[in-house]
C-alpha cells in the first residue's frame, strides 16, 4: 500500500481527529447523542461522545444485494424499517420493488432484530424527538447506510440531524449536505477508493467486538 494514501493509523486517532474538526465548544451548550451507521463507526462514536458529554448508540442497519450479484448494494434497510433504495441502480438492472422489499423484510427479520435483541434487549434504538443527532462512521463510500440513518432520524423526529466521518468521497457531500443540517469531515477526495485504504490499521469488526466496546473492554 502506498503510504501517501494512509491518513488514519486506526479508529483511534480518526476519531480525535474528527473531534479537532467539530465546533465542540459550540455544540456542548446542546446534549447530543451520538449515533454510529455501522459497527465499524462505533468506536469513533463512542469517543467523539465523550467529548460532546453526550450519549451514544448504534444504528442497526441491512444491506439489499441485487439478484446474483453480492458486490451490488441497491439498498439499505435500518431496524426501524426504513428502506432506502439506488433508485438508479434497481431501473438499470430492472429490479422490481417487490424483490426489494421483500429481501429488506427477511434482512430486518433474520439478521438485524437478532441483533437489536440482544444489543438493547429488544429495545429499538431511542426516540430522537427534539434531540440533536450526530450520526458518525469511519468513512463514507457508497452513502447509502449514511443515507438511510438520516432518513431514519428524520422520520423520528430528530431536532438536528449532523453527519461526521474522518474521510469520504467528494461526491456524496452534496447528497448529504441536501437532508443533513450540517456534515463534518477531516479529508475529502476526488478519487475515493476504498474506506480501509485510507487506514493504517483497519480490521473488520464482529457484533462481539461492538458489544465490548460498549461495555469498555
Not at 458486490?71 to 435500518?78: L, M, P, R
Not at 439478521?111 to 426516540?127: A, T
Not at 450540517?182 to 480490521?203: A, M, R
Request: with cysteine; charged share 30%; proline share 3%.
Amino acid at each position: 500500500m502506498n503510504p501517501d494514501s494512509i491518513y488514519f493509523k486506526n479508529r483511534e486517532v480518526a476519531a480525535y481527529r474528527l473531534i479537532d474538526a467539530l465546533p465542540i465548544d459550540n455544540m456542548k451548550l446542546e446534549e447530543w447523542i451520538v449515533i454510529a451507521s455501522s459497527y465499524g463507526g462505533f468506536e469513533i462514536a463512542k469517543i467523539v461522545a465523550k467529548a460532546l458529554n453526550g450519549k451514544y448508540d448504534i444504528m442497526f442497519s441491512g444491506k439489499i444485494y441485487a439478484p446474483n450479484n453480492e458486490d451490488c448494494e441497491i439498498a439499505v434497510v435500518t431496524e426501524r424499517e426504513e428502506v432506502l433504495i439506488h433508485e438508479e441502480l434497481v431501473k438499470s438492472f430492472d429490479i422490481s420493488l417487490d424483490y426489494v422489499y421483500s429481501k429488506s423484510k427477511q434482512v430486518l427479520e433474520e439478521s438485524i432484530l437478532k441483533q437489536v435483541n440482544r444489543f438493547r434487549q429488544g429495545e429499538k434504538i431511542e426516540k430522537l424527538e427534539d434531540k440533536n443527532v450526530l450520526i458518525v462512521d469511519e468513512g463514507i463510500n457508497t452513502g447509502l447506510t449514511m443515507m438511510a440513518c438520516i432518513k431514519t432520524a428524520i422520520n423520528l423526529k430528530a431536532k438536528s440531524i449532523s453527519v461526521a466521518t474522518p474521510i469520504l468521497p467528494t461526491a456524496s457531500i452534496p447528497t448529504i449536505e441536501s437532508i443533513a443540517d450540517d456534515l463534518y469531515f477531516v479529508k475529502k477526495l476526488e478519487h475515493f477508493v476504498e474506506i480501509d485504504f485510507y487506514y493504517d490499521s483497519l480490521e473488520e469488526l464482529s457484533f462481539e467486538d461492538i458489544e465490548k466496546i460498549k461495555k469498555g473492554l
